[in-house]
């Protein structure tokens, strides 16, 4: 296909609704956070109003427009579901069509850092013959794929059927490629599971079991077991850390999604502490989410969310993902087909297990067996947000997975 078959529709927000924010964070009112120094209580004040003031007297939303519209971008309806998607045309003899999704609390921005490269493989010193054409979508009920009144009940693997349309429908493609992190991993393993036909192969930045969110609690990170008794006390101390930083988003998206989206729907510098809170704790940051978030990068994801209404939305997900549990669509092994590429990162290592172990860790893992794994690689740095952490090693095992297979 030579010619795109839509037009493209830049991203501009309404001037009313940047003011309304200036006026929300000026009015913002601070509770009370004594003895929250070592932030053992979570994001602590002085960091936040430092952020929240920069925001409204320093911050230029549209200086980030201007950076993210150098993309073209594009609103569709599939199936009745509004979605948005930035593209980068790929620059090459045959590009492969590429469709990257993201999690939470992630924006399509997030995979700004390796989209020239895959598109434009020949401009970053590699091989013109490994460009794609670069979809990147924003997950329905995130950002400019708002709002989502009509279906309340978006989950990963409803999403993976939208994104299948896209590319095959909209987009005209008989056949493609797929990438994703966080839970746009699980909407890409269920791409691989369910259409692997009509997939060149899949690369994900995680290998989670596709029913990872079914179960009564699935919100519970541990599963509800205790920690075992007799581990070395680093060890302990790694299971401890890993509970912190997971349960407690895990069980108020899935418990109380609803109750929740009120408070940070209305408040930007509520939205913005609770992403701000995972963002600080998933990331390899070394303690100072400044040296892989600067404050320009932070606020410009937290105005993907603020602008379009789509914290209480986004969240949502998670509490769908287990009220309509995921089910196979074939009773085959592997249950994802498609050839799989993982990329590991050491800030994500399993309690006890160092990066040199985490590929043999995965594959005597109960997970294993779910893909049609072709390229596992472990990495030593690196947090939660892959492509924008450790973009260079990203693209390296991407391109890695799909070499002979397009």
């Known amino acids: 296909m030579t010619d795109f078959p839509l037009t493209p529709t830049p991203i501009r927000v309404p001037d009313d609704v940047l003011a309304d924010l200036r006026q929300r964070l000026a009015l913002t009112r601070w509770p009370v956070d004594a003895g929250n120094e070592d932030s053992y209580y979570g994001v602590r004040r002085a960091y936040l109003q430092e952020l929240v003031e920069y925001w409204r007297d320093e911050y230029d939303w549209r200086k980030a427009e201007a950076a993210i519209n150098a993309y073209e971008h594009y609103r569709v309806a599939v199936d009745g579901v509004p979605v948005h998607f930035m593209r980068r045309p790929g620059a090459g003899p045959d590009p492969t069509p590429l469709i990257l999704t993201h999690g939470w609390p992630w924006t399509f921005w997030h995979w700004s850092k390796v989209v020239d490269p895959l598109a434009d493989p020949g401009a970053y010193g590699g091989d013109p013959a490994e460009a794609f054409d670069v979809i990147v979508p924003s997950f329905p009920g995130f950002g400019f794929s708002t709002p ?34 966080d839970v746009g991993a699980l909407v890409t393993g269920q791409l691989g599971h369910k259409y692997a036909d009509e997939l060149y192969a899949i690369h994900i ?58 408070g940070l729907s209305d408040s930007p510098a509520g939205m913005l502490a609770w992403i701000l809170r995972r963002w600080m704790s998933w990331s ?64 994500e290592n ?57």
């Open 205 to 262: 930045g995680s290998g989670l079991r596709l029913d990872f969110f079914n179960g009564d609690r699935a919100w519970d990170f541990s599963g509800g077991r205790p920690i075992p008794e007799g581990l070395p006390a680093d060890v302990h101390a790694q299971v401890v850390a890993l509970d912190r930083k997971f349960a407690v988003h895990l069980a108020a998206h899935m418990l109380d999604s609803s109750t929740l989206s009120y």
């Open 284 to 347: 390899d940051n070394g303690g100072d989410i400044e040296t892989v978030f600067a404050k320009d990068d932070l606020l410009t994801h937290a105005m993907i969310f603020w602008v379009n209404n789509a914290i209480g939305t986004s969240i949502r997900t998670y509490a769908n993902n287990n009220r309509y549990p995921w089910t196979p669509s074939h009773d085959r092994w592997p249950v994802v087909e498609a050839p799989t590429g993982i990329t590991f990162v050491g800030y």
């Open 148 to 181: 989502l009144p009509d279906h309340p009940d978006m989950n990963y693997w409803k999403v993976a059927d939208l994104w299948h349309t896209l590319m095959t429908e909209t987009l005209g493609h008989e056949r493609y490629a797929a990438a994703g992190c």
């Open 350 to 406: 399993p309690p006890g297990v160092t990066t040199e172990q985490r590929v043999r860790h995965f594959l005597d893992s109960d997970r294993a067996a779910w893909y049609n794994h072709v390229n596992l690689t472990a990495h030593d740095h690196g947090g939660h947000f892959i492509p924008w952490e450790t973009p260079e090693e990203w693209i390296e095992d991407l391109r890695r997975t799909f070499r002979d297979r397009r």
